[in-house]
Nanobody, 114 residues
């Protein structure tokens, strides 16, 4: 069973930084895609940043502030979030596509106070 274990969420003031981590386990296959989505109450889950091979894509709202990186040896993906804004407040979910199937982590809360 594929599991994605997230960590690193929390409460931070505007302008602060957080680093999210996601470790994948339970499979011998490497993930084709890994990344982060976020969701706020009443809204759909939206893509924040994803990495496919050597190509990284960011949502326009986080471009220049967030950095996604991946450690293939450890099957881990990181999201460094700098200059956080209150509108970044959401539950952040790790996502992975392995052998054509999409998997999700349990989510980690990020709260940015004004």
């Amino acid at each position: 069973q594929v599991l994605l274990a997230e960590s690193g969420g929390g409460l931070v003031q505007t302008g602060g930084s957080l680093r999210l981590s996601c470790v994948g386990s339970g499979t011998k296959w490497s993930a084709y895609v890994m990344g982060w989505y976020r969701q706020t109450p009443g809204n759909e889950r939206e893509s924040v940043a994803t990495i496919t091979g050597g190509s990284t894509n960011y949502a326009e709202s986080v471009e220049g502030r967030f950095t996604l990186s991946r450690d293939n040896a450890e099957n881990t993906v990181y999201l460094q979030m700098n200059n956080l804004k209150p509108e970044d407040t959401a539950v952040y979910y790790c996502m992975s596509i392995i052998q054509g199937r999409q998997y999700w982590g349990q989510g980690t809360q990020v709260t940015v106070s004004p």
